[in-house]
């Protein structure tokens, strides 16, 4: 289950967010929509913090190729409370930090967790 809890901030700007916190947002590109899970965490491997943004699949599962790419499962757990799946592992490369589901093994991680969603208000918008 989780080993992390984030705290769900609604309506909120990316940049805003504090560390520990979260925010899912709606991400278009071109006809493809998609809910998107925002994370401003701390890294793993040093005293510095990320953003990371992953699609999620609302009430569903692990997608490889679902509409923003690899989408993460979210399904609710009880009131307030909601469950990313599976874990998410923020990969460091030559370019830019990048997430995959599960281990990886040939890149060293940044931030690897399966994080819970706390104080999730009921009506969100990506609840419907």
Aim: aromatic share 8%; hydrophobic share 40%.
């Amino acid at each position: 289950m989780s080993d992390v809890s984030l705290r769900y901030r609604s309506n909120v700007a990316v940049d805003a967010l504090e560390l520990g916190e979260c925010t899912i947002r709606k991400t278009r590109l071109a006809a493809a929509t998609w809910w998107e899970l925002w994370l401003f965490v701390p890294r793993d491997d040093c005293d510095d913090s990320e953003i990371v943004a992953v699609p999620v699949n609302v009430n569903g599962v692990f997608n490889e190729k679902g509409p923003g790419g690899r989408t993460w499962g979210l399904k609710k757990l009880g009131r307030g409370l909601w469950q990313v799946s599976p874990s998410i592992n923020v990969v460091a490369d030559a370019q830019a930090c990048k997430t995959h589901p599960g281990p990886h093994p040939s890149l060293p991680s940044v931030w690897h967790h399966t994080p819970a969603l706390v104080n999730v208000p009921e009506g969100e918008p990506w609840q419907a």
